[in-house]
Each structure stands twice: as C-alpha cells, then as structure tokens.
C-alpha cells in the first residue's frame, strides 16, 4: 500500500500541539481543505469514532474511522472503517523538538480500492493526499501561532487595564 509521511516542526509548545491535533472537530474552521468532522461515539476516553468530508483535487472523500488516542504519546492512530477508498489508515503525531517547540505528523497509508488502476491511480493519490496533509498541518500551525500570538500580547501600558487602588485615590498631593 501506498504510504504519506508529512510533518512540520511548529514553534509552541508538545501539549499545546497535542490539544489541537486531537480536537479534530476544530478542523473545518482553520483547513481549508476539511469540510467537516464530526465525532460520533466515544467509549471511552481513548477510543472515538469520527466521520469526515475532505476535499481532494475537486472530490470529496468521505469516511467513518476508529481512532485511539494515546495521550502520554501524544499519538492518536486512526483506521478507516466504511468510506471511499479501499483502505486508509494511519497516524498524527506530536514530538518534542528543540526549544521546547513540537513536530507535527501525519503518516498514512492506503489503498484505493481499484486493483485494475492501482498501478495508475496511487502515484497520483499519495500525490494529493501528500498535498492535503501538508496543507492541513501548514493551517494547523496558522492557526496554533496565531493563538499563542494572542494569548502572549503584552498590554503596552499595564496601568490602563487595571483599576485605581482605593490607597492611590486617598493619597495626599506631595506638592
């Protein structure tokens, strides 16, 4: 089977990486490239089934898959169980990197399902999905820096936001 490795290293922090990496319901609303997600059962709070719509060269690919999410890792595995290609599975990783920032991964493999074309058709599959995943790690990290830009912007005058002490109203002018 046809195999997709992508990763990129991205400037915050593993458990921050990790979060939303797992909250894959946030996708639609920074990739492009994802339609939906949708989480239809938990049995627990490692194991999840969620159904997806993603675009891809101008198709949708719909899917349903198992996922186990392994948080001490920092790895969630995932495997296709109804959709439309024959097989697809794999994994999204998050690894410390230096600096205390993180490396991101998706690795995938599939089939598509067409024994007859398989031979022309999967160049041009892991092509696209090898596209789309980096396009999807590319907005998660948009979307990871430009909250840790908001979270992390200083107040350029501390003293505005915070109210006036009832000491400093009653001190006397030292004129």
Known sequence: MPRVEVELPIAVPPETAWAAVVDVEAFPACMDSVDSVTITRRTDDRH?????????????????EDEVLDPVARRFDFRQVTGDLGEF???????????GH????????????????????NPVA???LRE???????ALERQ????????????????????????AEEEPDLV
């Open 48 to 64: 999840r089934t969620s159904a997806w719509a993603v675009r891809l060269k101008g198709s949708v690919l719909q899917w349903t």
């Open 89 to 99: 599975e794999g994994h999204w990783a998050v690894r410390p990197a230096p600096g």
């Open 102 to 121: 993180s490396t991101v991964s998706l690795d995938v493999t599939f089939d598509i399902g067409i024994p007859l074309l398989a031979d022309l058709l």
């Open 126 to 128: 892991a092509d696209a």
């Open 132 to 138: 789309n995943a980096a396009q999807m790690l590319s």
């Open 144 to 167: 990871l820096l430009a909250n840790d830009a908001q979270l992390s912007t200083p107040v350029s005058d501390p003293a505005s936001v915070l109210p006036p002490t009832r000491a």
